[in-house]
């Protein structure tokens, strides 16, 4: 089978071919982002954790909106590329 068929069949899950988890800057920033959430919390109400939880959940929608459009942008860069070496 080739790779459009792959991707065709749902063999293929881009984002589960991500490596990022090995990397020690991203686990740094994972872990400062972690840590800064809960000390913010630690000082509200119960009311204001419910807003920072909602702020949180629609920051991490606007971020999946984001990384989708950049993976569609860098895929369509990269068959436009692939199709400029075959001229």
């Given at each position: 089978m080739n790779i459009l068929e792959e991707l065709w069949y749902g063999n293929i899950q881009p984002m589960e071919l991500s490596h990022i988890e090995n990397n020690a800057q991203y686990k740094e920033a994972l872990q400062l982002v972690n840590?800064?959430?809960?000390?913010?919390?630690?000082?509200?109400?119960?009311?204001?954790?419910?807003?920072?939880?909602?702020?949180?959940?629609?920051?991490?929608?606007?971020?999946?909106?984001?990384?989708?459009?950049s993976f569609k942008t860098g895929?369509?860069?990269?068959?436009?590329?692939v199709i400029e070496v075959h001229h």
């Open positions: 840590r800064n959430y809960d000390r913010l919390q630690e000082g509200l109400t119960e009311k204001q954790k419910e807003l920072l939880m909602r702020y949180a959940e629609s920051r991490n929608e606007f971020s999946n909106i984001t990384e989708l459009d895929f369509k860069l990269g068959a436009g590329l």
